[in-house]
C-alpha cells in the first residue's frame, strides 16, 4: 500500500510539469499552423501539411498519455490553419455544431450510453457477478479464462461495439481472480471484436461495405454481400490477429512491450490495475451481490436477439433489452423502479468519458475533411499502385489512414470510388483488393488510440484508452507488418 501511494505522490509531483510542457507545446504548434496559414498559398490544397494536425495529435498523445486533450489541441491546429485568426472562434463553435447534429455521431452516443446503461443493469442486478462466479467455478487457470474471453468474442460478431462493451464488463472479475491484467483482458477482447465482425458476413461491417460495394458498381443490386463473401479469406489481417491472439493467450509468442510489465506486475503485486488506471476503474458501477445466471443471461441473450431482429441496429436492441430487464427484475422484485432507474442513468453517464473521446475524433475528422487529408495520401500514392503492389499499398495506405483519422468506415467512402477504378484499370484482383481495403478498416479500429473499439474495450474493462492503446500496439503492428507481407506475395502470385 505504501509503494503504490509513493507512485502516486510521485505522479501528482510530475503533473505541474506535464501541464505546463503540454501548454508550450500546444503554444507553438498552434504558432505554426497560424504561421503556414499566413505565408503558404493554400489555393491547390495543403499537400503534405494536410498531415500536420493529426501528427500533432500522435506526438501529442504519445507524451501526454492523454486523448481528449490531445485531439482538441489537433483539432484547435486544424482550424487555425483553415480559417483566418479573426475567424477561428466561429469556426470552432461550427464544428461543435456539425459534429453534434450528425447522424451517425447521434446514433453513436445514444446506442453507446444505452449499451452502458444495459451494462449498469446487469451489473446492479448481479447476474455480471453471478456470471463470474460461475466461470470461475469451471476455468481455474488465466489461460482459460482468457481463452473464454475469446470464445465469447466469436459469439458475440454481431457489432464490435455490443463485442467489447459486453463481453469487457462480463469478464473482468473472473480474469481479476486468476490474476490477468486489465491491458491483457482488454486485448483479448479487443482483438475479437472488428477483426472477428469483418470474416463474418452477419454484422454491420458486412452490411456496410457490401452495400459500399453496390455503391461504388463492382458488384450489382444485391450483389454486394457475395463479393464480400468472396473477399473474406484476403482479409488478412483479421485472421492473422486471431492467431497472434491464440499465440499470446498460450505463451507461444512473449509478451511484448508495456504488456510484459503488466502481466509481471499482475502477477507479483496481485494489483491488475496500474496507478494512473485507478480512477477509470473507480467510474465502474460498483458489483452488486451475485443473485442468478438468469440475471445475467437473459438480458444479455435479448441485447444480442434483439440487435439482430432490429436488422443489426444495437440501439433499438438496447433499448429493447433494457425493457426485458425491468420486467425480469419486477418479477423478481430485485429492486425498485427507482433504483432501476438510477441505475439506467448511472449506466448512461459513466459513458460520457469515452464519448467525449470519440466525440473530439470526429471533430478532427472534420478538421481532415476540410484540409483534404485522404485525397491528398491516395492520390499521393496512386502512381505507385501498380496490378502486383496495388494489395499491399491499397492496405499500408488505407490502414495508415484509418489509424490517422480515427475513421474507419467513412474514409472508405473517399478511397473505395479511388481504388476500386484502378483495381479494374489494372486488372488486379478485386476480391484481394477489397480484402485489404478492410484488413486495413479492421487494423485501424484495432490500433488507433482514440478509435471508438479501443476506447470501449478500454471502458469495458476500467482502464485508460492510452494504457490499452499502447501495450496492444506492438501486437497491431506485428499483425500489420505480417499482413503487408501477404497481401505482396498474394499479390504477384494472384
Known sequence: MHSSNSVSLEADRGRPLQSMAVALISLAVCAMAFYSFQSLDTSDGYGLLSL??????????????????????????????????????????DTFLDVFMNETVAWIFIACGLMGSMIGLVTIGGGAAAFGNWLTKRVHS?????????GLGMLIFIDDYLNAMTIGSSMRKAADKVK????????????????????????????????????????GKGDGMSLFIQ????????????????????????????????????ETTGRVLSVEDEPYSRDLQEEAKATNLFNFFVPIGSLIFFTWYFDIDIMSGAMAAIFVTLALY????????????????????????????????????????????????????????????????????????????ASFWGIFV???????????????????????????SAF???????????????????????????????????????????????????
Open 52 to 93: 500536420f494536425p493529426t501528427s500533432v495529435v500522435v506526438i501529442t498523445a504519445l507524451y501526454t498519455k492523454r486523448t481528449i486533450e490531445s485531439l482538441f489541441i489537433g483539432v484547435l491546429v486544424g482550424l487555425i490553419m483553415t480559417n483566418p485568426l479573426g475567424e477561428f472562434i466561429p469556426a470552432l463553435g
Open 142 to 150: 488465466k489461460k482459460g479464462t482468457l481463452f473464454s474471453t475469446m
Open 180 to 219: 490477468t491484467s486489465r491491458e491483457f483482458l482488454s486485448y483479448v477482447v479487443d482483438s475479437t471484436a472488428a477483426p472477428v465482425c469483418i470474416i463474418l458476413p452477419f454484422s454491420t461491417w458486412a452490411v456496410f461495405f457490401s452495400g459500399l460495394l453496390e455503391e461504388n458498381g463492382v458488384a
Open 231 to 266: 473477399a473474406i479469406p484476403y482479409m488478412l489481417y483479421a485472421w492473422i490477429c486471431l492467431l497472434i491472439v491464440l499465440l499470446a493467450i498460450s505463451g507461444k509468442l512473449p509478451l511484448l512491450g508495456r504488456m510484459k510489465a503488466a502481466e509481471m506486475r499482475a
Open 330 to 405: 419486477l418479477v423478481q422484485r430485485l429492486m425498485s423502479m427507482l433504483q432501476m432507474f438510477d441505475a439506467i442513468l448511472n449506466g448512461f453517464v459513466s459513458m460520457i468519458a469515452p464519448l467525449g473521446t470519440l466525440f473530439c475524433g470526429f471533430m478532427l475528422a472534420e478538421v481532415n475533411n476540410t484540409l483534404g487529408t485522404t485525397e491528398y495520401v491516395i492520390h499521393a500514392t496512386t502512381p505507385y499502385m501498380t496490378s502486383d503492389l496495388l494489395p499491399a499499398v491499397a492496405f499500408l495506405i488505407m490502414a495508415g489512414l484509418a489509424f490517422a483519422t
Open 414 to 440: 473517399v478511397g473505395m470510388p479511388i481504388i476500386l477504378p484502378l483495381t479494374q484499370a489494372v486488372d488486379a484482383n478485386m476480391a484481394l483488393v477489397i480484402g485489404a481495403m478492410i484488413s486495413a
Open 444 to 494: 485501424g479500429s484495432h490500433a488507433c488510440f482514440y478509435g471508438d473499439s479501443t476506447v470501449l474495450s478500454a471502458k469495458a474493462c476500467g482502464i485508460s484508452p492510452m494504457s490499452h492503446a499502447i501495450t496492444q500496439l506492438p501486437y497491431a503492428l506485428l499483425g500489420g507488418f505480417l499482413a503487408t507481407i501477404g497481401f505482396l506475395l498474394l499479390g504477384f502470385l494472384l
